[in-house]
């Protein structure tokens, strides 16, 4: 489920962990990322600022499903994220990932998906498009298509 809403959502790992039951606004498909407590300390979106983002259908009806399955109002725990996403990365044989890797691979979906940076930006929480780009790296696969176009519209 962690994965599964960063790579959906774009959001921090410490906004993540900090989610409560309450945060989701299954009416208005949105997760409120606020002022939460994670490992003891205030975290608060990285810019300090209140933040709404978005959700899919689908993700939603997984955090339906996610949400009955849990006893007190917290999503996660540090050690179910160790467990869980840190395990999942060891088991696939997979190395040199970090959590935040799954933030660049939403902003890169998004963009070769044909989202401009302004949304792309405004999904993620920066405050610049500088920082977004920084973040939307293209596939080999992505840039030959755009030369492949090129050529169908230059001689």
Do not use: W
């Amino acid at each position: 489920m962690i994965v599964l809403i960063a790579l959906n959502t774009g959001m921090r790992k410490s906004e993540i962990l900090g989610l409560k039951k309450g945060d989701i606004d299954l009416q208005n498909n949105i997760i409120t990322v606020s002022e939460s407590k994670v490992r003891g300390q205030r975290e608060t979106t990285k810019s300090g600022k209140r933040r709404d983002v978005p959700i899919s259908e689908s993700l939603k009806n997984e955090l339906v499903d996610y949400m009955d399955t849990l006893e007190g109002d917290e999503f996660f725990t540090v050690n179910e994220f160790k467990r869980s996403f840190l395990g999942a990365v060891r088991r696939a044989g997979i190395s040199d990932f970090t959590f935040h890797d799954l933030r660049h691979t939403f902003a890169s979906y998004l963009v070769m998906g044909g989202i401009d940076l302004a949304t792309v930006k405004e999904l993620m929480g920066h405050a610049t498009i500088q920082m977004t780009m920084r973040y939307a790296h293209l596939s080999a696969d992505h840039r030959k298509r755009a030369l492949e176009i090129i050529q169908q519209i230059a001689p």
